[in-house]
């Protein structure tokens, strides 16, 4: 809704620390503090960092991306900073505390069971059914790029990268590529440059194996593998559309409670 799309003044952004680098910028945890108490919100603001690659349209294309997303799980927009004289803008979203799931899997693996994996799996699998209804593409779907809200809910963040799929065409060629790290791209991401729902679908696979590689292997569904695997399809018009992703994760979740039940 336009009224909660706010404008945030730079005198009352008060900085506390880095969050880190992302597409495109800096993050860095503030608190917007207009009465100047400390009892103003925590937030994450996104800083434009003009270089080679990444320039203001960039940039003002990821507010505008982020700024019409309505997802439970979609890293908030709460708004824009303008500085003064209005030379770069900054991007301020909703701070989640727990930070991204890379860490959390790092730093909670007492906290890491197949149940809340498959938990988890299942919230990233709807946010991305939500991106593909508005035809977005992220581009850069891996647990570095998702963030953790609380013990039972994760989100996907950084839309530095996410393009929109023109409606004649079934994906999104780049012409510059990118830096990503290719580890999380499809075969045809790499060799030529397109992008599409099945090739977020091939990211999805690789986000699934840093969910399960922190948990013990024996514990887990083997379906898990199965369905990383045509995640994994070569020709991306064998992958599964999320939904159908979503359709067995949601199986394997029901599976888990009844071996759960004994
Ligand atoms: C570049 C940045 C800052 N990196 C990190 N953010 C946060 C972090 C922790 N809490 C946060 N709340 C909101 C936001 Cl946008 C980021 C964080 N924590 C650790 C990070 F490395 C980021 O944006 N990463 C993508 C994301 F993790 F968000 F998907």
Request: with cysteine; aromatic share 12%.
């Amino acid at each position: 809704t336009q009224q909660d799309q706010m404008l945030f003044e730079e005198r009352h952004l008060r900085y506390i620390s880095p969050l880190g680098k992302g597409n495109f910028g800096s993050v860095e945890l503030c608190r917007y503090d207009p009465l100047g108490d400390n009892t103003g919100e925590l937030v994450a603001v996104k800083k434009l960092q003009p270089n080679k690659q990444s320039t203001l349209e960039d940039f003002k294309k990821e507010v505008n991306t982020l700024s019409v997303l309505y997802c439970e799980y979609i890293v908030k927009y709460k708004g824009v900073c303008y500085s003064t004289g209005r030379l770069t803008m900054s991007l301020v979203m909703e701070y989640l505390p727990y930070g991204s799931l890379i860490g959390y899997l790092e730093n909670n693996r007492h906290n890491v069971n197949t149940r809340r994996m498959l938990l988890f799996a299942s919230q990233i699998c709807k946010g991305m059914e939500y991106l593909q209804s508005l035809r977005h593409v992220h581009r850069d779907l891996a647990a570095r790029n998702i963030l953790v809200a609380s013990e039972s809910l994760v989100k996907i963040a950084d839309f530095g990268l996410t393009k929109v799929i023109p409606f004649d065409k079934e994906y999104y060629r780049v012409t510059q590529p990118g830096e990503s790290p290719i580890f999380w791209y499809a075969p045809e991401s790499i060799t030529e440059s397109k992008f599409s729902h099945k090739s977020d679908v091939w990211s999805f696979g690789v986000v699934l194996h840093e969910l399960f590689s922190y948990c013990d292997m024996n514990s887990n569904p083997k379906r898990v593998y199965s369905l990383m695997k045509q995640c994994w399809e070569y020709d991306f018009n064998e992958r599964p559309c999320f939904s159908s992703v979503g359709n067995q994760i949601e199986a394997m979740m029901q599976e888990e409670r009844e071996n759960l039940k004994g």
